[in-house]
């Protein structure tokens, strides 16, 4: 085995876009940046959204690494690299730009460079440069080992192919059991009788000492079970909703938990002082139906603990990204959230539009929930919006159910792009799809919320469609580990199916 310091890792430009911040999670090794990496990352630091910052980013902190410090060629690292540039890091590792010169020198003996060209001689493709790159480090420093890190399973491959050490980046990735699922906890007769009076329970720490504040688990007595939330210190409470009592949504309908996972739900989106919720479950399971209501009942509700829901997913681009679509934000944004719409009408499927009876309504209702500064501002919009019944283009559409929600900026559509450098207050801020999140794009979303809001993280670990994420390194599950066992922090997994047989077939077994 070698000692730290005695390994070489090479980073592909993928690493460095995942997360801007690898540069200092390697401990005291040697971190080699390929010059042609360097190339790539200036084709990306004019992209829009998170793909660009990070590309800035990582140029931001090389140049302040190097400005201060005296670049140096590290002479460790063998003769042959003369034309490689080091300097320090913070955690006394060293980073250095490697520079191939087995390329420059162009008629070298090399008995890796020469299995590469043999089975990839391209060399004007960036992957095939990269690679020789790592060949060249392995033969200047045969004392040391070179790893190539990569999140690119194709470079991975070839990689492997050509005999190179070949590793993922390992940092944000979570431990094999994921999150564990729901664990039970096993009581006698008497406190599981206890349980039921009292509706919560302390038990001996050394049955809850696996338990994380705010875990939803199971107590079972025989083949009895009721679900309950860990509190710390041994202490157990049972759920707000009781089984089979459901919220009614105001203007919409009532909402029935279907199953316990769905209870516990329920239970952390009500409470007041959790406010970040990560989510994962299957297709059908309802994740985004409960969330939707919960959040509306809070938002629209009298006692109007929150101003708005804002909703959004990530955009994982297979054709054209929203830039390329015509029309509004909003418009843009349409094909995305499909999935909020068809659950609003869902909602508010109840919901009968009437002329003057209805704009009589909204405006009780707006009187209601707002302040005296929102109140005006909604009060004439809706003064401005032309009653049903009155004419219309034979082109316009009818109104939906829902609409009034977007009409007075209660729900609110926004774009991961540009939620950088927002501060969100009073707001419920839901992101359905959140397995396609990176763990840095995570940070970026949570960091946004200000004093009274609440941000719910949905999604299925095992449909992650990003090409550089897996269930386990994904910003879901990421931030679900990371912060689980904080006070205002809970984790919920939904594991039945109630949209369909059909649907839950397909989520289990296709």
């Known amino acids: 085995m070698y000692p730290n310091g005695d390994k070489i890792f090479v980073l592909d430009t993928n690493v460095l876009l995942h997360d801007p911040q690898c540069l200092y999670k390697f401990e005291e090794n040697i971190l080699a940046i390929p010059v042609e990496v360097l190339e790539e990352l200036d084709r990306k630091k004019s992209a829009p959204g998170e793909l660009?910052?990070?590309?800035?980013?990582?140029?931001?902190?090389?140049?302040?690494?190097?400005?201060?410090?005296?670049?140096?060629?590290?002479?460790?690292?063998?003769?042959?690299?003369?034309?490689?540039?080091?300097?320090?890091?913070?955690?006394?590792?060293?980073?250095?730009?490697?520079?191939?010169?087995?390329?420059?020198?162009?008629?070298?003996?090399?008995?890796?460079?020469?299995?590469?060209?043999?089975?990839?001689?391209?060399?004007?493709?960036?992957?095939?440069?990269?690679?020789?790159?790592?060949?060249?480090?392995?033969?200047?420093?045969?004392?040391?080992?070179v790893i190539l890190v990569t999140k690119d399973a194709n470079m991975a491959?070839?990689?492997?192919?050509?005999?190179?050490?070949?590793?993922?980046?390992?940092?944000?990735?979570?431990?094999?059991?994921?999150?564990?699922?729901?664990?039970?906890?096993?009581?006698?007769?008497?406190?599981?009788?206890?349980?039921?009076?009292?509706?919560?329970?302390d038990l001996a720490l050394e049955l809850t000492q696996q338990l994380f504040i705010n875990e939803y688990v199971f107590i079972s007595n025989g083949k009895f079970k009721q679900p309950a939330r860990y509190r710390g210190d041994g202490q157990l409470d049972?759920?707000?909703?009781?089984?089979?009592?459901?919220?009614?949504?105001?203007?919409?309908?009532?909402?029935?938990?279907?199953?316990?996972?769905?209870?516990?739900?329920?239970?952390?989106?009500?409470?007041?002082?959790?406010?970040?919720?990560?989510?994962?479950?299957?297709?059908?399971?309802?994740?985004?139906?409960?969330s939707m209501a919960m959040a509306l009942y809070q938002t629209l509700g009298e006692d109007n603990l929150y101003e708005r829901v804002f909703i959004t997913r990530p955009l994982v681009?297979?054709?054209?990204?929203?830039?390329?679509?015509?029309?509004?934000?909003?418009?843009?944004?349409?094909?995305?959230?499909?999935?909020?719409?068809?659950?609003?009408?869902?909602?508010?499927?109840?919901?009968?539009?009437?002329s003057q009876s209805q704009f009589e309504q909204d405006q009780a209702h707006i009187d209601k929930i707002t302040s005296n500064r929102k109140r005006k501002k909604a009060l004439a919009k809706l003064a401005k919006m032309p009653l049903l019944g009155e004419d219309e283009d034979e082109d316009s559409k009818p109104r939906k159910p829902y609409q009034f929600l977007f009409d007075f900026d209660l729900v609110v559509v926004e774009a991961m792009t540009f939620i950088r450098g927002r501060s969100l207050a009073n707001t419920i801020f839901i992101i359905d799809e959140a397995q396609n999140l990176t763990p840095h794009?995570?940070?970026?979303?949570?960091?946004?919320?200000?004093?009274?809001?609440?941000?719910?993280?949905?999604?299925?670990?095992?449909?992650?469609?990003?090409?550089?994420?897996?269930?386990?390194?994904?910003?879901?599950?990421?931030?679900?580990?990371?912060?689980?066992?904080?006070?205002?922090?809970?984790?919920?997994?939904?594991?039945?199916?109630?949209?369909?047989?059909?649907?839950?077939?397909?989520?289990?077994?296709?």
């Open 157 to 201: 491959l070839k990689g492997i192919a050509l005999g190179l050490e070949v590793e993922d980046y390992l940092n944000d990735k979570v431990s094999d059991d994921k999150l564990g699922g729901i664990k039970t906890v096993s009581v006698d007769d008497v406190d599981y009788e206890r349980f039921l009076d009292e509706h919560g329970i």
């Open 317 to 354: 681009h297979i054709g054209k990204d929203t830039g390329a679509l015509p029309g509004t934000l909003g418009e843009k944004m349409a094909p995305y959230i499909a999935p909020f719409f068809d659950n609003l009408e869902v909602l508010f499927s109840n919901r009968k539009l009437s």
């Open 52 to 145: 660009g910052y990070a590309a800035r980013s990582v140029h931001r902190d090389l140049r302040d690494l190097f400005d201060a410090d005296v670049v140096a060629v590290p002479m460790d690292l063998g003769d042959r690299c003369s034309s490689t540039l080091g300097c320090g890091l913070p955690n006394a590792g060293q980073l250095i730009v490697a520079i191939n010169d087995y390329i420059i020198d162009g008629d070298v003996e090399s008995e890796g460079l020469d299995r590469l060209m043999a089975i990839l001689p391209d060399l004007g493709k960036m992957d095939n440069r990269i690679l020789a790159s790592v060949i060249f480090l392995k033969e200047a420093n045969p004392k040391k080992r």
């Open 238 to 290: 049972g759920l707000i909703l009781g089984e089979h009592v459901g919220i009614k949504i105001p203007k919409g309908i009532r909402i029935n938990p279907l199953n316990d996972d769905q209870r516990m739900l329920m239970d952390a989106l009500l409470d007041e002082d959790i406010k970040l919720i990560t989510c994962c479950g299957k297709a059908g399971t309802g994740k985004t139906l409960i």
């Open 441 to 510: 794009e995570a940070k970026t979303v949570v960091s946004r919320m200000a004093e009274g809001s609440k941000v719910i993280l949905l999604g299925d670990p095992d449909q992650v469609d990003s090409m550089f994420l897996d269930a386990a390194s994904n910003g879901l599950v990421h931030t679900a580990q990371r912060l689980r066992g904080t006070d205002i922090t809970a984790h919920i997994e939904l594991s039945t199916g109630v949209r369909s047989a059909l649907a839950d077939l397909a989520a289990d077994l296709l």
